[in-house]
């Protein structure tokens, strides 16, 4: 899943969350819950729905196997649908028939990237919210220190540095607003079968298929959606579109960190502790590599969302290359963004701020400028008015902070390499 060049710009939990072993699960959570919603609505019987619903355990499977014949099968599904199929075949050869009845493989793929695409969410807002708590405590602390206030790489005025804070967070605040609402409408059941008509899951005239879906959708915590969406991407690519915003706006904050870190700066410096951001040729560096991480992200991220849409345009009822390169780079966008807030969370916390540095650099411009100009655009009383906006600022991104739903925490336990 990630290259020894690109492991340590993400996190351990979202690598695991998209590791072969949990998609699996995933994908068997949705063929269990298949056949119970089918069960329930007298498409199947119910013997077979608890032989394959109990079957759906991924222990009892060959990851690696099923993997390796994806290849050449051109899908994950169809190797893992045929395992199961053998698996339930074991124990009642009369359910094999109603292995995912109805379905196809988008079905179970697309579900399953909804299943663990929401616990990769809930682990990129916990450190976004981290991340901005940290701000909006920075923000009220340094309220009227001032600093000076840069346009187009040169001192333009003053501004304090609590103001700048508050301004780092206030995209992240809009984010979160805005990875919700889209969450919300992109994370659904897929379910349409071969060519989105739900042809097979017609009894008496009726087609049952409404009613399956809403009962997966009610147990697997999704939406349930008014049609399929096989090839109509329009909502999930809105949610990679706000993660690509999102880690642009991490990448703006740290590339502004980076900058007054800088030694002829010293404005502000990420956390010190032992190995982080060393070098393995001068011993007196300290890297920052919180920044680094975030940065890297900041460049790759929109590569991948160009990718989301360029790969909209499918063909028909099902697609033929375009659906498998949005799969494909749908991960590392969501490692990308949690390797960017998680390295931010875990610095800005601790991020050291010099205010005896940021007046020095201050008054050492107003050293060198004719008096008028030095007390007109670099006054440090012009931090007060700075102060009073940095104050209103917190406030409005408390109060929207308040009104979003608290970050949840994944199943880590369902999330598990097993040995």
């Known amino acids: 899943m990630s290259s020894i060049f690109e492991g340590f710009l993400s996190t351990s939990e979202i690598l695991e969350a998209f590791s072969e072993r949990n998609f699996l699960d995933a994908m068997l959570r949705f063929e269990g819950s298949l056949a119970r919603a089918q069960a329930s609505v007298g498409l199947i019987p119910e013997a077979a729905a608890q032989s394959i619903s109990g079957t759906c355990k991924v222990e009892l499977f060959d990851v690696a196997k099923i993997v390796r014949e994806s290849g050449r099968a051109g899908s994950i599904a169809i190797p893992l649908v045929k395992s199961l199929k053998e698996t339930v075949g074991l124990f009642n050869k009369e359910a094999v028939g109603f292995v995912h009845f109805g379905s196809t493989s988008q079905d179970v793929i697309d579900t399953a990237l909804a299943l663990v695409t929401r616990d990769a969410l809930n682990l990129i807002e916990a450190d ?109 690519v809105a949610l990679g579109c706000e993660l690509g915003l999102l880690v642009g706006s991490l990448g703006k904050m740290a590339k502004d960190i980076a900058l007054m870190g800088q030694y002829e700066v010293g404005e502000v410096a ?138 949840k925490s994944p199943d880590t336990n369902r999330m598990k390499v097993t040995p």
Do not use: Y
Not at 381 to 404: I, N, P
């Open 270 to 407: 990420e956390p010190s502790e032992p190995g982080r951001g060393g070098s393995s040729a001068m011993p007196h560096k300290r890297n920052p590599v919180a920044c680094m991480v975030a940065l890297a992200a900041a460049q790759r991220a929109p590569q991948r969302v160009a990718v989301l849409l360029a790969a909209m345009p499918q063909e028909h009822e099902r697609a033929l290359g375009n659906w498998q390169a949005e799969l494909a780079e749908w991960p590392g966008l969501l490692m990308s963004a949690h390797g960017s807030a998680r390295a931010m969370a875990q610095a800005l916390p601790g991020l050291q701020v010099d205010t005896q540095r940021m007046r020095a650099n201050l008054d050492a411009l107003r050293a060198v400028l004719p008096a008028e100009a030095a007390d007109e655009w670099f006054s440090p009383g012009l931090a007060q008015h700075a102060a009073e906006l940095t104050q209103a600022q917190v406030l409005a991104h408390t109060q929207a902070l308040a009104a979003l739903k608290p970050p």
């Open 128 to 236: 976004v919210h981290k991340a901005v708590a940290a701000l909006l405590a920075l923000a009220r602390r340094h309220a009227a220190d001032p600093v000076l206030a840069r346009t187009l790489m040169q001192p333009a005025s003053v501004t304090s540095f609590g103001l700048k804070c508050a301004g780092w967070a206030a995209p992240l605040v809009r984010s979160l607003q805005r990875l919700q609402a889209s969450a919300g409408n992109a994370l659904s059941v897929q379910l349409g079968g071969a060519v989105g008509t739900l042809a097979q899951m017609q009894k008496s005239g009726k087609n049952l298929g409404p009613q399956v879906i809403a009962h997966m959708a009610t147990e697997l915590k999704l939406k349930a959606p008014s049609c399929a969406w096989h090839t109509q991407r329009d909502e999930w």
